[in-house]
């Protein structure tokens, strides 16, 4: 792994930055995450949000925790899905930035984080969208095939206050934020992310588990274009810039 030390482009004050993880059953890869994060300096705080997990992965966190004290573990008695554990990590944060990560990602390197925080500290635009590029092929074909869903991103934290709550429980997280951004006119860029990749939740669960993970994720991201008022707006892709 790449262990330089990134800060972003110098500014006269330095902007608060909070990295926000949601875990479910993520133990020996999380860890990998919080590694690279550790040699990001212009992160302020690292809050990680176990949701219910019923592995080691709070070991794993709280290990981290130990070397880098940076690191916040909130942990959630039982799984209540992606969006109420990003949510909850943002109401335990001031910071006016986010960085936002999943906990499964192989190959993240301290330039990855990078180059999505720098667009959004200097207001070049509102929102980052990180986009997987040649780390696997199943990653980058679903980042192709929907690339609204991806969870890499850097943006704004008050921009979670304009997005649909209910729209955005579980899996339909992103496919709210992809709403509003088409709602409210927000900057975006896709950002490509090279190398970086995660395993397909068959893959990860089995394959009787992850079908029915996915079945579910694709059911809450149907239910969020509707709540969130998307399918009114069928094939919207985010304006960038």
């Not at 133990?27 to 990001?40: D, I, S, Y």
């Not at 554990?85 to 335990?92: C, D, K, Y």
Request: aromatic share 10%.
């Amino acid at each position: 792994m790449n262990t330089q030390n990134f800060a972003p482009v110098a500014s006269a004050t330095k902007p608060r930055i909070s990295a926000i993880i949601p875990v479910f059953n993520e133990a020996g890869k999380v860890g990998l995450v919080l590694e690279t994060l550790r040699n990001v300096s212009w992160i302020s705080e690292i809050i990680v949000v176990d949701d219910g997990s019923t592995d080691s992965s709070a070991e794993e966190i709280t290990i981290a925790a130990q070397s880098d004290p940076r690191v916040r573990l909130l942990q959630k008695a039982e799984n209540q899905g992606k969006g109420q554990a990003i949510f909850s990590g943002w109401q335990a944060t001031k910071s006016p930035y986010l960085l936002l990560l999943d906990a499964d990602l192989y190959g993240l390197e301290p330039h990855h984080v990078h180059d999505l925080l720098e667009p959004v500290i200097t207001n070049q635009v509102d929102m980052s969208i990180g986009q997987f590029k040649n780390g696997s092929f199943a990653s980058d074909f679903s980042h192709w095939v929907t690339p609204w869903l991806s969870g890499q991103r850097c943006l704004r934290a008050n921009l979670l206050g304009q997005i649909s709550f209910n729209a955005a429980q579980g899996y339909g997280f992103e496919t709210a934020l992809t709403v509003a951004i088409g709602q409210y006119g927000w900057r975006t860029t896709r950002v490509p992310m090279r190398a970086v990749w995660h395993l397909p939740s068959e893959a990860r669960r089995g394959v009787r588990i992850g079908v029915k993970n996915r079945s579910k994720m694709y059911r809450q991201i149907v239910s969020a274009w509707y709540q969130a008022g998307g399918l009114h707006r069928f094939g919207l892709w985010p304006r960038t810039r």
